[in-house]
Each structure stands twice: as C-alpha cells, then as structure tokens.
C-alpha cells in the first residue's frame, strides 16, 4: 500500500481568506437531510465533546462514546492555564496574523501554515461562544474579561479562569453536549471503549467497542467516525496525563490504515512537581503561569547540601535570566525544560533526591505582597503543599519537567480526515497544529477551534455525497472479524497467565522510553531502546498476569489493551526520533545542537511531517513525507536570547 | 488463573446510551400549592413556615408561663385576657379558637411534610454504610430532629390531656390554670417528663430555627452568621425558661397555692 | 546521557521519610447484584509521601503477586479536578484532610498502625458497580435536565458585550468549580444531592448569560434531582466534605429560585398562545 499519496487538500488562495473562502466551496448537506445521517463521535474531552454538540445542534444524529463514567471527566479538565486568543483586547499589538507567527515560530517550523491560520482565526470565536456558554472568565473589576501573557508570548492574549480553565471550558462543552443528550439527539455511551474502526467499502463505516461493565463487544455503524481521544504522553509511564489516557484508539485506527504522524514530537512540560519515590503513579504539573512570577534557580556548587534559605544570592545560579535575559524565565517550554535538566545532570539538583530545580517567589511575594501572589496562584500553592507538605509561601517550590502533551497523533488533512476516508481526528489525536512544540495556552484553543468552528463544517463536505445511502450492516462480515479480533484479544490477555502485572509492563517500558526517547534522544539511545522495547513486549505477550473475566468491570484487562498499544507506539516513536536527524521543538537529538546547546533544525533536509504507515506486526512501518511550505513565516532560527 | 473473591455475575446484558433525558417542560402541572407541595424543597419550605408559626407560639407560650413567677392572680388574668382577644369584635375565645385553628394545621402540615421527607430519605440510601460515620457539620440535633420531633409530639398530646383537658391524676378544674400546673408538675414524675420534653423541644428548635434561613433561601452574607447566633439565642431562651417551672415547682419556689 | 533517578530503570533509593504499617478493611464486591463484605488486607512499608490512591495501587500489584483480584477503584487524573475518584475513607468522604480529594490525600494524614476502613458511596442513585466503584450518572442526567445555556456554536456575540462585575463572575466560579466527584451525596444523611444540583444552578443562574433560561432550569434540574436523590434538611456535611469546599450558600439560592420558577413558569405556561 506504498501508493499513498499525502494530499493536505490545502486549497489554493491568500491565507487571510483561504478558510472563509473555502467554507464557501464546500458542499453542504441541507438542514432537513442531516438528520439522515449518523456521525459516531469517540472522545468526550474538549474537541469531542464540542463536536458531539456542535453536530447536534446541526441536526445529525450523533452518538458519544466516552469510556469513563461522564464525559466530564476527560482529562481537558486537567488543563489549568489557559486559552490563547487574538482578540488584542489590551490593545498590545496582537492580530491573527501575530498569533499566527507565533505559533508557527513556537512550533519550531513544523506545522502547517493553512491549517494554523485558520486556528488564529477561529480563536476569537471561541472565547465568545465560551463566554456566551457562561465559562466564567477572569474578569477585570470593570467587568471586561482579563488576560495574561502566557509561556513564551510578547503579548497578553491569554483568556482564563483561575488555575481551572480546562476544567470550566470542558463543563463548557459538556454542559452543551448534555443538552442534546437531554433533547434526544446524542446517544450517549459512558464507559464504553473504543477498539476498531471497521471499513467497507474503502470507507470508515463504524466502530467496535467494548462496555468496560460488561464485557460486551458491540459494533455501532456510522456515516462518518470522528476520533478525539487525546494524547499519549502515558507512553512515558509517569506523566502528567491521567491515569486512563492512552493511545488506543489512534494506534487501531492506525492498524487500520490512518497514517500516524510525527509521533516523536512529545513535549515536556517544565514546572511539575519531582516525583518523591518508586510507587509514584503520576506526575502533577502546575500552570506554567507560576513563570510569570516564579525565578527558577539552583544553587552554582553542585551538591550542595543546605537548605534554600541557607544559600546566599551570590551563590544561585538563576539560570534561565542569566542565559536568556530577553525572555528570561519565561522561555518555550522545550527550552526550560531542558535547561531544567541539564541543571540538574549536572549535579546541582535540589530536594531530597536532587531531582528538582527550585522555583522561587521569594521577591514576588516582596513586590507584590503575599495576598497578591494567593490571588493569582493560591489554588497552585495549596495543592503544592498538599502534595510535598511544604509551604511555598516560606519556601521555594520545587520543579522538574515531565511529559505532559503529544503533538504527533493521525495524520489529518485540512478537512481534519485522516487517510481512512470518512474517519476524522481532531484534538490532541490528531498530529496537530502545533509543530513540533506546542505554546502554553493553545492546546484548548486548538480542541474547541477543531470542534466547534471547524470539523462540523469540513465533514459535511464528506458527508454530502453520500446522501441517502443507507448506514453499513453491522453483520457485514467486516464488523463480525472486527469483533471477533478484540475478543480474542482480550481473551488472550487473561489467558496469558504469566507473573507480571500490567503496571509493571507499563512502568517497565515507561522507564525505556523515557531514558531514550524523552527531552534529549541521541541515536545509541534510540537504538538501544529500539532492542529493549520488541524483548520487553515478547516478554509482556508470554509472562502478562491479568486476573478476573472480561464479563465485568476489570481494570486490569482495560489497561493491558492500552499497555498493548504503548508497546507497539514507544517502537514507532523511536523509529520516527531516529528518522529524525536534527533538532526541532520536543525533539531534541544531542547530535544536533548549536554550540550554546540549542535545538539545530535542518530545514533543508526535515522540513516535513513524518507520516508512518502500518505494515503489519512483524515489518517496519512505511514513512511518507508531506513537505511543509513556508510562505508567510520566514524559516529562523528560534532566538528567545 | 486466580480464584476470585466472589464469583462475578456470568451473564453479559446490555446497556444502552442514554438520551432523551429531559423533561417535558411544557407538561401539565397540579395547582400551585399542590404542585409545590408535593417537591421536597416545597415540603422544606413548608416545614420553615409552620415551624415559624409554631415557634411563634412557643415563644408567646413561654412568655405567657413566665406569668407564673407574679403569682395565681397574674397568670390567671393572662389566661382569661387570651380568651378576650378582639372582644367585641369577635365573641368571647373566637380569636383563640382561630389561633387554635391555624396552630393545629401549622402542626399537622409540619408532622405531614416531616413524614414525607422521612419516606424520601429512607428510598434515596436504602442500602447503609456498613461502617461507621464520622459526621464533621452535622450534629447531635440535626440528626436527631426525627426523634427529638417525635418525643415533643407526644408530649404536646399529654401536655394538652394534663393542663387543658382532663388532668392527669391530681384534682383538675378547669379554668384554674396556675392550680393546675402547681399540682401536676409537684408529681416528680410529672416535672421530670416536663424537663426532658423541653429539653428535646430545645434541641429541635436549635437545629429548626437555623435551618429556617436555608430552606425558605434567606441568605445574605451580611446576617448569615447572624443565623446561628439567633438560632442559639431562641432554642436556649425556651428551653432555659420552660425547664425553670418544673424545677421551682418541685423546688417549691413557685405554686404553693393557698 | 543521565536520567533523573526516579525515572530512570535503575532501582529507586530507599523512599525518604517514614513509612506506615496499616491494616485496610475494604468493601469488595463483584458485581451490582452479588453481595459484597469487607476484607482485612495489610499494608506494610508505606511511604507518607505516597498517595492514598498510590498506596492502593501498592496493595493492588501485591495482590496480582498473589494472584488475588486487585481492587477496584474509580480514578483519573489524580490530581483532584477530574471528580472520578470517591471513597468513603474511615467514616468520612475523601477521607480526613478538609478540602481535598481521595487522590490529593497523602499517608502523612494517618498514623503507623492504623486500620483503614474504606467503603463505597452508597446512594440508591449511585449503584456499586464493583468494589469501590459507583455509577454516578444520575448526576449526568441532573445537567441534561438544564444545566447549561444554549447558545449554538457560533451563534454568540462578542465575549466582552456584556460586561460582568467581578464579583459576580468570582461568585459564579465558586460555584462552577464543582468537579462532580458525589461527595455531597456521599457525605449526606439523607443521600441528597444538593449542593451538587446547586452549585450548578449558582453558577448559571448568577450570570447574565443564564438568565433567559434561569427558572425553566431550576425547576427541570431540582425535579430531576428530586427523582434521583433524597432532600436536604440542612444538616451541612456536604459543605464539610466538599473537595473543593463550595459552601450551602448556594442550596439557599436553589431553594429561593426554586420557589418563584413555579411561580414564574406557571404564570408564563398558563398563557395560550
């Protein structure tokens, strides 16, 4: 099947009114016959949910699979910072156009321009829908929504709501999707996973699910299948995603035929709290807006045994300030992060296992007086010390990074399909519009602008020919070998009857792609990884002990299909972080640095997405390049001196 | 593969979505009153109303005891000025008898609604906790308005048979009312059922006269914490001045008839 | 190449600080109709710096070693926003620590020794799916009931036409920063949903946008409630269980909205068109 051909369906025109323009273009399918059609969407977290709702709304006849027990709580709910904008309602000289660039710069000159335009453009629909949703913004005394300038911008376009604001976009959404659930126009399936696309016909016709409940394998057939199931940082093990998060459904829809892309950008996130001992489960990450007022620093001798307190000025090294004073502590968050770490290989780490960098309020608290810094990060601070049992209104908190977003996910075109005709990726699961490093603050943009403004309209130009072409039979015997597959997948995982336990698999193989293939990748590394990883998943399909049936609620057999799936991804990531020979946003190869050890791009050579394709269990994925152009954004070195 | 600790249901059944969940808001509805009335912030609501009007006459009625500190003449005038009430516009007791009236429904409606709440709660955890609770807000009076309702019930029933009624045991006349309550509470028995009914009555009215505020929604952060200083205030006050005349009878401070 | 030690494949140094020896009395059950007991597990070497959930997690693979069912627990983002964590910990929804979810309460909290007595919630509306785990979807079917604005996406005006004083945008976030989690319920005598139903009507009914549906949602979502779950009678354990500490104000404004939204749609539904 090398005969694929990556067409972005970019069309042509001025970017500043290519969207508009193309909307215009599209077909449309009438008011009266949408309700005619059967739209399956996986995924309840920002862009799920906003799709499920938006399409609703339209008229077509949605069903909603989440598999936890309310859509509620998809870990969107997680995001604390906030959503970017260019409203420039401060009037700093922010435009589509600045928010455009900067995300592009911020990506690292790994995106698609078309597709990032267009998310500049939406995003100041979002903030007004969201605000009309009653998402209760921060606002100024005046009554006017606040901003903040957020990780690594010049402007202050970021729109929030205390340190909650997935939590109150994503009640946003919810609220919206639960009222079509109310008005019978989503049928709303909880605790249901996903676990195949079927086709028929070269076409995405449905879904195969299991109730995590039950056990019951079930097929739903649709007219089109939208994926927004998120990212795979817990390929890492310990991140800061939830617990649940995984890769399953990308990776099948994968197998099946979606391209999957540039599944080495991974982004780590600087200021998480350093892990305390073996047992931890995951890692917490609080907002990067603690940057805004916080000074990162380690002491200058390493191993240095006394405490923050004890340690004279002259003797901390604020290193982010001292190596980038336009930007200071307010670098991209790849920088930060590695600079983080290289602080701490040195030797110079601090707290009880030397794994942190010390994040300091000390002169904010100063400047601005200790109710000030409650305000704005008192939610932070208490679930700090909740955590550590150490007050950092005394003392500076510590800080280390930790994976914490995936940019790579299933290639998509400007229609946000992937390659299996009819199925869709938006959100996180999709490879994105964030290069190959994502700003603070655009990951919600990027999920409601996909469910809300754009995918509700490019799906209907799929779904217009098929007008009246009745729903695939779900004894078509492609559904009935789907259904047969997972069955015997899952049966097979409690047959296996070994001595190790899904967690152990999963921490195990956590810790390989993390020492290999996480802030810093070098072609040993990637190499011994790609040994490590095939031995450990021999050893996960022979010695994996999974107790209970599949007839009932079993957490275990739920996560040893996603450790599944980590296993084969981790080995694709690896290919792709090799493939990949120079630097660029999370992918940072030690082979190619710039003498001050900063990321070293080749555009010449690498200016495009890296599209795998499945071959089979046993034969290495195909790569597929799409070149990216760069009409708009002059290709630069990132400079945040 | 391993045994497991309970054998887990062997059937698969299944579970459809969920949708169509909303209510028909254009459904026929029940008069207001009945409507309301039958939703449980409707039976809150007329909880705190009735028990406003009881608390009303609680207090009045406390006011009116307190009469029995000036001696047999004082507090026998009071009891025939309540039957005067609006004379002439009303005959004689009429006023009483309405007051009387509105008393009786106060206290039927807040027994019913109690009632009915009591039924709802039981459905809403039919199935205990298995370990003990370890309540944090809620107190001995809250959770014991049930019983502390119950046990003041009863007591109003016998209070009405032994000072309105009939007497229970010593030589009742009717109309003699500071006679009569000297005579039944010098009963030790007596004074004691006294004693720990207003006892009772103290807790209910502690717990009532807050809860009030929040279930008619009188809410203001300016007087809110107002609310449990009044609450404290009332409930003592009755209790305080109600549980005195047993034990002045019995301490022979008051009542001593000539 | 260096990693960090805790991350990295090599063993973990001894974890700092003390460590625990408890004994955990957990509910098990295998199914929504079988019955369920509790069983005595012991929990030796814990550290304080774990989780709650993270000891779990610790008692549950020594169970697999055993080859024994691990428990099972609802849980996500253990960071205490997603609501999917429960528990009923000695007594107390979400255990001891005020203001904090099960997977934000530390070991530091207990004492080496203790025996920890873990339930789950019990509601008639939250059915015991397996274990510790309840299905709490009746919460789902509250907000389907009313609680949002509808607004269709891209049908809205520009975010800052209508201004909202800060305090009433603050006031609505207190509300709005319920995460769903059933503690309330949990927590209530009388398995009410209250401050749930509440906060969500607060948060909605506070603000301008809500106001054209203001009175039709509170009385779909408080009917709803009352079909599902019990009535309050002020006891105030759900404002002390609450994770996020949202207070009983706001079941006062339930109760006042309550009343004129039978007034007001009554009055409205009573004209014929």
């Known amino acids: 099947m090398s005969d694929i051909t990556l067409d972005a369906k970019v069309p042509d025109g001025d970017i500043q009114t290519l969207w508009d323009e193309h909307k215009f273009n599209m077909k449309l399918v009438n008011p009266a016959n949408k309700r005619k059609y059967e739209i399956i969407v996986v995924g309840t977290g920002l862009a799920g949910a906003s799709a499920a709702a938006t399409l609703a709304q ?187 998060c995984n890769v399953s459904a990308a990776w099948r829809a994968h197998r099946r035929g979606a391209l999957f892309a540039n599944p080495c950008y ?121 955590i550590t049992d150490e007050n950092p209104y005394k003392q500076p908190m510590r800080i280390f990074p930790a994976p914490h977003y995936t940019m790579g996910g299933l290639w998509v075109d400007y229609h946000l399909e992937t390659t299996i005709p009819g199925l869709y990726a938006i959100g996180e699961a999709n490879f994105a519009d964030q290069g190959a490093n994502r700003l603070g603050a655009s990951a919600l943009m990027q ?73 810093e990748r070098s072609r040993p590394g990637l190499e011994k990884a790609l040994s490590e990883i095939p031995a450990l998943y021999q050893e996960f399909k022979t010695d994996l002990r999974v107790l209970g049936d599949d007839r009932s609620l079993n957490q275990s057999l739920e996560r040893a299909g996603r450790v599944d799936d980590f296993f084969q991804l981790a080995e694709l990531m690896c290919r792709d972080a090799l493939e990949r020979e120079e630097s660029c946003g999370g992918h940072f190869r030690v082979e190619h640095q710039t003498e001050e050890g900063e990321a070293l791009r080749d555009d010449e050579n690498f200016a495009y997405v890296a599209a795998w394709e499945w071959t089979g269990p046993d034969t290495p994925a195909e790569l597929h390049k799409e070149h990216l152009d760069f009409k708009h954004v002059h290709l630069a070195q990132r400079s945040y001196k | 593969m391993a045994q497991a600790t309970t054998p887990a249901p062997s059937s698969t059944h299944t579970r459809g979505p969920v949708t169509g969940t909303a209510r028909d808001a254009n459904r026929k509805r029940a008069p207001f009153l009945i409507e309301f009335y039958r939703s449980a912030v409707g039976k809150k609501y007329v909880m705190a109303i009735t028990g406003i009007m009881i608390m009303g006459f609680v207090f009045a009625h406390m006011v009116g005891n307190v009469k029995m500190y000036l001696g047999p003449a004082e507090f026998d005038t009071y009891a025939e000025f309540l039957r005067q009430i609006l004379v002439p516009i009303f005959p004689r007791t009429l006023f009483l008898w309405l007051l009387r009236l509105g008393l009786i429904t106060a206290f039927v409606l807040h027994i019913h609604a109690a009632y009915g709440l009591t039924v709802i709660n039981h459905k809403a955890r039919p199935v205990k906790y298995a370990s003990k609770r370890d309540y944090v807000a809620a107190n001995y009076a809250s959770r014991t308005m049930r019983w502390s309702g119950i046990i003041v019930g009863l007591f109003i029933v016998f209070h009405l048979f032994d000072l309105s009624w009939t007497g229970t045991g010593f030589h009742y006349y009717r109309g003699a009312a500071y006679e009569n309550v000297a005579h039944s509470l010098e009963r030790p028995l007596v004074a004691l059922i006294y004693i720990v009914a207003n006892l009772a009555l103290g807790l209910h ?37 109600n549980v005195s005349f047993p034990i002045m009878v019995q301490a022979g401070v008051v009542g001593h008839v000539g | 190449m260096t990693a960090t030690e805790p991350l990295s494949g090599s063993p973990a140094p001894a974890a700092p600080g003390r460590t625990l020896n408890l004994t955990l009395r957990v509910w098990r059950q295998a199914g929504p109709d079988a019955p369920g007991a509790f069983e005595d597990y012991d929990a030796p070497g814990i550290s304080v710096d774990m989780s709650f959930l993270e000891m779990l997690d610790v008692v549950n693979e020594r169970l697999v070693e055993q080859s024994r069912e691990p428990i099972t ?89 209508i201004p909202i004083p800060k305090s009433v945008a603050d006031a609505a976030f207190d509300a709005a920063a319920c995460i769903g989690c059933g503690a309330c319920v949990a927590a209530c005598p009388n398995g009410a949903a209250q401050l749930f139903t509440s906060a969500k009507l607060a948060h909605l009914n506070l603000l301008p946008q809500g106001q054209a549906e203001r009175y039709k949602r509170t009385e779909a979502m408080v009917d709803t409630m009352e079909e599902l779950f019990g009535s309050c009678t002020n006891h105030g354990e759900c404002e002390a269980a609450c994770p996020k500490e949202i207070p009983i104000d706001f079941i006062a404004l339930l109760n006042k909205d309550y009343l004129r939204a039978k007034l007001k749609n009554r009055r409205y539904l009573s004209r014929k068109p």
Request: aromatic share 10%; hydrophobic share 35%; net charge neutral.
């Open chain 3, 73 to 161: 627990f609802d849980h996500d983002c253990r960071e205490g926003i997603c609501g999917t964590c429960s528990l009923m910990i000695n007594g107390r929804p979400h255990g001891p620590q005020r203001g904090t979810a099960t997977c934000q309460l530390h070991m530091r909290k207990f004492a080496d020794g203790d025996t920890i007595v873990i339930e789950p919630w019990r509601a008639e509306a939250f059915p015991v799916v397996r274990d510790l785990a309840v299905d709490r979807g009746a919460f789902d079917r509250i907000v389907e009931a009313g609680g949002y604005i509808t607004v269709n996406s891209g049908s809205a005006p520009d975010a800052n036409l």
């Open chain 2, 205 to 241: 009215l502690f717990h009532g006269a807050w809860s009030i505020f929040q279930s008619l929604g009188w809410n203001n952060p300016r007087f809110n914490k107002w609310r449990r200083g009044f609450a404290i205030a009332f409930a003592g006050l009755i209790t305080v001045v």
């Open chain 1, 447 to 519: 999920g409601l602008a996909d469910g809300y403004f754009i995918l509700p309209y490019t799906i209907g130009d799929g779904l217009a020919p098929l007008l009246n072409k009745p729903l695939a039979d779900t004894n078509h015997p492609a559904f009935k070998a789907a259904e047969a597959e997972v069955t015997d997948r899952y049966r097979g995982y409690l047959a296996t009857n070994g001595t190790r336990s899904v967690d152990w698999f999963h921490r195990e193989l956590g810790h390989i792609v993390w020492d290999n293939c996480g802030m």
């Open chain 1, 58 to 244: 339209l008229g077509y006849n949605v069903s909603a699979f989440t598999f936890h027990d309310s859509p509620r709580r998809a870990h969107s709910i997680a995001a604390q910072g906030g959503i970017n904008a260019a409203k420039n309602y401060h009037g700093d000289g922010d435009s589509v156009h600045r928010l455009f660039y900067d995300t592009v710069k911020g990506g690292d000159f790994r995106s698609r321009e078309a597709n990032v335009y267009r998310l500049a453009q939406v995003s100041n629909s979002i903030i007004d829908q969201c605000a009309a949703q009653g998402v209760p913004f921060a606002r100024e005394y005046g009554g006017l929504l606040d901003n903040r300038s957020f990780g690594g911008a010049q402007v202050s376009r970021t729109f929030y709501a205390r340190g909650q604001t997935g939590q109150q976009l994503l009640l946003g959404a919810y609220q919206a999707l639960a009222e079509q659930v109310g008005l019978g126009k989503v049928k709303l399936y909880n605790r249901c996973e996903f676990l195949d696309v079927v086709q028929v016909d070269g076409r995405a016709a449905g879904i195969v699910t299991r109730d995590l409940l039950t056990g019951e394998v079930q097929s739903h057939a649709a007219h089109a299948v939208v994926l927004a199931t998120g990212g795979y940082s817990n390929a890492f093990f310990l991140s800061t995603n939830a617990m649940a």
């Open chain 1, 266 to 386: 991974t982004q780590i996130h600087p200021t998480c709290i350093p892990s305390s001992d073996e047992f931890q489960s995951k890692l917490t990450l609080m907002s990067e807006s603690l940057r805004n007022d916080g000074r990162v620093w380690v002491p200058t001798k390493a191993g240095d045994p006394r405490g923050p307190d004890q340690i004279p000025e002259s003797e901390r090294d604020y290193f982010l300030e001292r190596k980038y004073p336009s930007f200071g502590n307010l670098v991209p968050r790849d920088v930060a992060s590695r600079n983080i770490k290289a602080q701490v290989d040195s030797g110079k780490g601090v707290g009880p296992l030397r794994n942190g960098a010390y994040l300091d309020f000390a002169e904010s608290i100063k400047r601005l007086s200790p109710q000030v810094v409650e305000e704005r990060y008192g939610n932070l601070f208490d679930m700090y010390e909740r």
